[in-house]
């Protein structure tokens, strides 16, 4: 199994940065797939940002494509969003997930999850 515990959120202002990390335990991480999703209130998870874990190869969503990165440090079982040029549709509470397998981009899909961090970003 693994854990996950995500950090890095808080409130910055429309154009700021933030950075997101992720740590994972268990011996699976390795071979997991990542993802990044994130939540409003009355509104789906959707999918941020997911990286594989065969090559590391990444896929963003369109809303976000070219302002976050994400990566992976397997060494130390940590995941990263790198957050640049923040609007406040960004706003969120960003959750990052795991799962065996190639990456996918729906929720249910995932196995593992975090417990949450908000994001706000005000105008």
């Known amino acids: 199994q693994a854990q996950l515990v995500e950090s890095g959120g808080g409130v910055v202002q429309a154009g700021d940065s933030l950075s997101l990390s992720c740590a994972a335990s268990?011996?699976?991480?390795?071979?997991?797939?990542m993802a990044w999703f994130r939540q409003t209130p009355g509104k789906e998870r959707t999918f941020v940002a997911g990286?594989?874990?065969?090559?590391?190869?990444?896929y963003y969503s369109a809303s976000v494509k070219g302002r976050f990165t994400i990566s992976r440090d397997n060494a130390n079982n940590t995941l990263t969003l790198q957050m640049n040029s923040l609007k406040p549709e960004d706003t969120a509470v960003y959750y990052c997930?795991?799962?065996?397998?190639?990456?996918?981009?729906?929720?249910?899909?995932?196995?593992?999850w975090g417990q949450g961090t908000q994001v706000t970003v005000s105008s």
């Open positions: 990286i594989t874990w065969i090559d590391s190869s990444t």
């Open positions: 268990g011996r699976a991480f390795g071979t997991a797939s």
């Open positions: 997930a795991a799962r065996r397998g190639p990456i996918r981009t729906t929720k249910t899909d995932f196995d593992y």
